[in-house]
């Protein structure tokens, strides 16, 4: 009974394997690898984590990622971002804490939206954005700039080379940059 009991659970096991290697191919790359972007200054630390697509010779935006639409703002799971202290944003007060980070690219400019709910996943099963603007925190819109060199894998940062703290996203041609400060301000 024992010996049964073995050849059927190896029997099973070399059958997950083999579907794991050759259908959901598991063990191979992702094409959008997670990764992470930190910055910490004095007592203030900010995290984004995110998935970074390629492009792969493809049109990115208008084409692959749409104008005018919700954009899960990477790949794979919903991007987030963290911060342990009070942003002033364009005017506007993000508190502390962990939110998604979805945008709607458009032509000229993008809409930048903080979004209080944790989603698992950036699209449905219709790949629709989960996004839900019921939990928006900040929605802005900052202007789009053009770069003369292509970026080949979706990247954000945190720019502060200048003293003026900025979150950056750049991909393919185009770069945003949100500026943002710790709030209070401190003189």
Excluded: H
């Amino acid at each position: 009974m024992l010996k049964r009991l073995l050849i059927l659970l190896t029997i099973v096991a070399i059958g997950l394997f083999v579907y794991s290697v050759f259908v959901e191919n598991i063990f191979s790359p992702r094409l959008s690898p997670k990764d992470s972007a930190k910055i910490t200054l004095n007592d203030l630390k900010l995290e984004v984590e995110y998935n970074r697509p390629s492009k792969r010779d493809r049109d990115i935006f208008g084409a692959l990622v749409p104008y005018n639409q919700v954009w899960r703002t990477g790949a794979n799971e919903a991007t987030t971002f963290e911060t342990n202290k009070a942003l002033m944003i364009d005017g506007m007060i993000l508190k502390k804490g962990k939110y998604t980070l979805w945008t709607v690219p458009m032509e000229n400019a993008w809409k930048v939206m903080f979004n209080t709910k944790q989603y698992e996943w950036g699209v449905n099963e219709k790949m629709e954005p989960m996004w839900d603007p019921n939990y928006d925190a900040i929605q802005l819109e900052v202007n789009k700039q053009e770069l003369e060199e292509t970026v080949e894998k979706f990247t954000i940062a945190f720019d502060n080379k200048t003293g003026n703290l900025k979150l950056t996203m750049a991909w393919d041609q185009t770069l945003i940059e949100i500026p943002m400060q710790t709030y209070p301000f401190k003189p």
